[in-house]
């Protein structure tokens, strides 16, 4: 069990971030057991084609199964909401030696060959890290990563929602079965690891989601880094699954094709997105998408320099009604 105490600034200053390091590292997991994480069996298989002949083998090693403790300079807490891969690698490549031996003194048991070799020379073994992560990158997350984005942020605005309708136990209420709040408390109930901590007041907690930590959720709270929380998003068990048909009675009211974009937006998508998934004419989505919106059951939210739609609670009940 893993205890954190919130102070009232430590709840004004917690914030979301993704990180593609971390689900990274979390998808080499889940490829040495996809067993345990069977919701991601479409992506092994094409990952597996995509890495065919990849090198990534020290990569492979830092990840160990069971994953008691993944080193934590592969695992950052983000610094900002949304790094690039290249920005955390830029940072993977900067980290200091004795923080690369720290972090591998914690693996239970000998280090394996690559591992130990990594130790021994923290500069050369980070290098080769890092030419790894970028093939693995390129391989087997990249061709994904619109999906992957679109799903966590759509879980970010969930949360957002949530936190303004009932504060911050409404925020961690369903944030995983192994999480609970009370009282100004946090406690994860963790397998391996057992700790109690009080945030120190400026600093707050970095949630981070992670299609790949599922079905899991991990924690990383010691110093000098800013305290984190992995945990999957809602919706990955419908990541990798062919969109459903629209519901017959939806259809029937709302029309065929709107009925049909409000199935595909229970994570965020742009209209361009939104006219491939469904084989309309952007301006035809678009046309639909405003009448949605008039009625409210999307909601419109700006990324960068794409307009994201995404569907209200109203819809989420008229959907639950519709079958």
Same mark, same amino acid.
């Given at each position: ?147 992957? $984005? ?5 879980? !970010? *605005?969930? &949360? =957002? %929602? ?6 911050? @136990? #409404? ?74 048909? $629209? ?5 029937? !009211? *709302?029309? &065929? =094709? %709107? ?6 937006? @229970? #994570? ?56």
């Amino acid at each position: 069990m893993l205890t954190l105490r919130f102070s009232a600034h430590d709840l004004a200053v917690t914030r979301f971030a993704h990180s593609p390091l971390t689900e990274l590292t979390n998808s080499v997991q889940v490829l040495k057991e996809p067993g345990v994480h069977g919701v991601h069996l479409p992506w092994v298989r094409e990952a597996r084609r995509r890495l065919a002949g990849a090198e990534f083998a020290l990569l492979a090693e830092l990840v160990p199964i069971p994953a008691v403790y993944t080193p934590d300079f592969l695992t950052p807490v983000p610094a900002s909401s949304a790094p690039g891969i290249e920005e955390e690698v830029a940072g993977l490549l900067a980290t200091p030696p004795d923080q690369v031996r720290a972090d591998l003194d914690r693996f239970a048991g000998p280090l394996p060959p690559l591992v130990a070799a990594l130790r021994a020379d923290p500069g050369a073994g980070l290098a080769r890290l890092a030419a790894e992560v970028r093939a693995y990158w390129a391989a087997a997350l990249e061709p994904f990563w619109g999906r992957i $984005a679109r799903l966590v942020e759509g879980e !970010v *605005l969930y &949360r =957002a %929602r949530q936190m303004s309708a009932g504060g911050p @136990a #409404a925020l961690f209420a369903d944030l995983h079965p192994r999480v609970s709040w009370e009282r100004g408390t946090l406690r994860v109930r963790h397998i391996w690891f057992r700790a109690e901590r009080a945030l120190d007041g400026e600093r707050g907690l970095v949630l981070v989601p992670s299609v790949f930590a599922w079905p899991g959720v991990y924690s990383q709270t010691d110093p000098p880094g800013r305290p984190g929380l992995v945990y999957p998003p809602r919706g990955v068990a419908t990541l990798w699954e062919a969109p459903a048909p $629209a519901p017959d009675g939806l259809a029937g !009211v *709302l029309g &065929r =094709a %709107r009925a049909q974009l409000l199935v595909e937006l @229970a #994570a965020p998508a742009s209209t361009t997105e939104l006219a491939l998934r469904t084989g309309l004419s952007a301006p035809n989505v678009s046309h639909h998408l405003a009448a949605l919106h008039a009625a409210g059951l999307v909601a419109r939210h700006r990324s960068g320099r794409s307009v994201l739609y995404l569907r209200t609670p109203v819809a989420e009940a008229l959907m639950g009604a519709g079958g």
